[in-house]
């Protein structure tokens, strides 16, 4: 008999052949563009840690969301970065937040664009802790404690704010307990049953949020958010974080960030049945970037195989702010 029997090249031996058994394939239906919206006019800022990234304000916001219509990318999600900040966020949910009033004119231009609105606090309270918070002081320095449940109403009135603007998917990321069931009722309840829910299930406490961080201005003034995001050597308490959302009527479930954490993915797909969302956050944009502007690494067949691997680990919908340049890549020929 002849060695070896089996051989797997017979399948590698061609682009026609290998295509033709590709076991995955990444579509610019899978992709989610984040965009930055700030107030003044006139605004387009390079954020410097995220070269290709900009903050837009309202005025400059069109020209931003026309390219990536025209790039055929289904959806946006929008990040706001507002002028005054207080204690409690209420820029978050006032009817002419930067965000509603982003939602406002998108949709009005570009009414089959979907607009994923963040539900969170901390680009909006002064102190950066993503709901509110009860500080005190220990040997000399400001602590606080970020208060869950009064967290909630405050949330639930940012979704609803969100979700009369336009907004066509409310995706609460800010990782208070029960804030899925929460924002499901106020929906509801204010009419919006219809809205679904992208729930950041699976949040981790992770370092690769360096560079938002600055982008959204929202690094915490005190403290981190250790208290709520999950600790990254965990993958049993992901199965929890995600059953309590579904559970509480999420309608998609995320995995942020995603390149370490390609695992819970897997696990998640494995486990779940509704669609699952991958955050390619921003430091993993940016390591990528550093690198291609350094001419260390092939960006493009980086990017490629960085986004097809998070498909191939479980993910349905990736949101990473390479959308637009891959939906570029994905229409040149390969
Ligand atoms: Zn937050």
């Not at 967290?151 to 336009?166: C, F, H, P």
């Not at 097809?308 to 637009?324: E, Q, S, V, W």
């Amino acid at each position: 008999m002849n060695f070896p029997i089996v051989r797997h090249r017979r399948l590698r031996q061609s682009a026609a052949i290998r295509g033709m058994v590709r076991e995955t394939v990444l579509t610019v239906d899978d992709l989610i563009q984040p965009i930055f919206v700030t107030y003044g006019k006139g605004v387009k800022n390079e954020i410097s840690s995220m070269p290709g990234v900009f903050h837009f304000s309202l005025d400059t916001l069109e020209e931003e969301v026309k390219e990536i219509v025209d790039l055929g990318i289904p959806a946006v999600l929008l990040f706001g970065i507002p002028e005054t900040k207080d204690s409690v966020g209420t820029s978050a949910y006032a009817e002419d937040g930067i965000v509603q009033e982003a939602t406002r004119i998108i949709k009005s231009r570009y009414p089959d664009l979907l607009v994923v609105a963040d539900t969170c606090l901390c680009e909006f309270t002064d102190h950066g802790h993503c709901g509110m918070v009860h500080t005190f002081e220990r040997d000399g320095h400001v602590c606080g404690d970020v208060m869950n449940d009064e967290s909630l109403e405050l949330l639930v009135k940012t979704a609803v704010s969100q979700a009369r603007a336009g907004a066509d998917i409310i995706a609460p990321s800010n990782m208070m307990d029960g804030f899925v069931q929460a924002i499901r009722a106020g929906l509801d309840e204010a009419g919006y049953s219809h809205v679904p829910i992208m729930s950041y299930s699976v949040k981790y406490a992770s370092s690769f949020y360096g560079p938002f961080r600055e982008a959204a201005d929202s690094a915490p003034q005190f403290g981190d958010r250790k208290t709520y995001q999950m600790d990254p050597a965990n993958a049993r308490e992901a199965l929890r974080e995600a059953e309590s959302d579904v559970l509480e009527g999420a309608d998609m479930l995320m995995v942020k960030p995603a390149l370490a954490f390609m695992d819970i993915l897997r696990m998640l797909r494995d486990q779940f049945d509704l669609p699952l969302v991958a955050y390619n956050v921003s430091g993993e944009y940016s390591m990528v970037k550093a690198a291609a502007q350094q001419g260390w690494i092939n960006e493009r067949a980086i990017v490629t195989e960085m986004l097809l691997g998070m498909k191939r680990a479980g993910a349905d919908i990736i949101i990473t702010y390479f959308a637009k340049d891959m939906a570029r890549w994905l229409r040149e020929k390969q």
